[in-house]
Every structure is written in C-alpha cells, then in structure tokens.
C-alpha cells in the first residue's frame, strides 16, 4: 500500500468516532475517541477548570474480541451543563461514543474533580486511565485504574495533524501497550495496516 493511502487510513482512523472542543461550565475541555489497536477503542477527555487553573485528564482503554468495532455503526457526542445530573453542583460534561453497536457514555463533574463510567465512580485526582474489558461480551467491566505521569502528547501521525493526547499517554507506559494486544492481526489488509501503524506510534521508545 502506497504512504499516502496509509496516511489517509490514520487520519480517518484518528477520527473514526467523534472529537469536539468547547467551553464547559467552570473551563475549557476536549474529548475524542478512536480506534487505537485490533482489540481497543480509546476514549480520551481533557478539561482545564476555570477556577483553579487545574488541567484534568483521563484515558480509557476499552477492550474486547479482535475487531470488535467492526461490528456495527460508529458515532459519538458531547455536551455540558452547569447541573446535569450533579444536582447542586456546577461543571458537568458527558462523553458518550458507539462502536461495534455498543453505546458508552461517561460523565464527569470538573468541580469536584471525578469522572463516572460503568456505574464506578473515579477521583481525577488520582486517577487519569481507567481499563476496561470484555466490551462485547456478557458486560464490559472495569479492570484497572492507575495514574500515568502527565507529559506531552506525541507528535502528529502526519504533517498538519494535531499532536496525538492518547499516544502520549500509552508510549509513556509498556504496560498500557501490552493492554492494547497489537499482536493481533486484522482480516481486512487496508484496515490492518493501518492498525499496524496506529500501533507503532503508540510503542514506548524503549521497546522500538
């Protein structure tokens, strides 16, 4: 496959679910999620609160069968409210994202820091990725949360292209690469090569 067709397949890749910006109550924050591996879609959501000049991060990795994402239609969205479900309390956002015909969705209160998904509750404080797995199976299950040290995020898969958040965060830590399983091949050869690409930028340096 030529390099410019690989090009297109990342770029098409980095947005295969949704992105947006805008001004939540009480800050600025962004949020995506993507294709990240054969076996995981990430989700990625960043807020820098108003009040406190605090920037809060967090990465999930959900995980199922190979290709799971395939399955099905693909969408996303996101929005703010200065209640939602936080009766009382400023600073509410949602994510929600489809993949593979699932729909997740995960909600956040930036004025006291957490973020809730799968009926668990996180403190943003302390934690800033969040593994879940068997997505496509009986009830996807969180299976981890862990702290990875804030840095920057990685340069862009192709020139003009923003720097890479979910990159960023996964090439800082070999075990969050392995979570990835990007051992695992892909049936289609033009959806392979690309996922073996996505995979490459997201090794750690040390284990290139």
């Given at each position: 496959m030529k390099a410019g067709s690989l090009a297109l397949l990342v770029c098409a890749a980095a947005d295969l679910v949704a992105q947006s910006r805008g001004v939540a109550s009480g800050g600025a924050g962004?949020?995506?999620?993507?294709?990240?591996?054969?076996?995981?879609?990430?989700?990625?959501?960043?807020?820098?609160?108003?009040a406190d000049g605090t920037m809060t991060t967090l990465l999930v990795l959900w995980r199922g069968t190979q290709g799971w994402?395939?399955?099905?239609?693909?969408g996303g969205g996101s929005g703010a409210g200065s209640s939602g479900g936080f009766v009382g309390r400023g600073s509410y956002a949602y994510q929600s994202f489809s993949e593979g015909g699932l729909t997740f969705t995960l909600e956040f209160d930036h004025e006291r820091h957490t973020a809730t998904l799968l009926n668990e509750e996180f403190s943003l404080k302390d934690t800033n990725v969040v593994l879940v797995d068997f997505v496509d199976g009986p009830g996807p299950a969180v299976v981890g949360s862990r702290w990875i040290e804030p840095g920057p995020p990685a340069p862009p898969a192709v020139p003009g292209a923003a720097p890479d958040p979910i990159a960023g965060v996964i090439r800082r830590?070999?075990?969050l690469f392995d979570y990835l399983r990007c051992d695992l091949g892909m049936p289609d050869t033009a959806m392979s090569a690309m996922i073996t690409m996505v995979c490459g930028l997201m090794r750690p340096p040390a284990s290139r």
């Open positions: 962004m949020s995506t999620a993507r294709v990240a591996s054969p076996a995981v879609v990430a989700s990625w959501m960043s807020h820098a609160s108003a994402f395939l399955k099905g239609g693909h830590s070999p075990e």
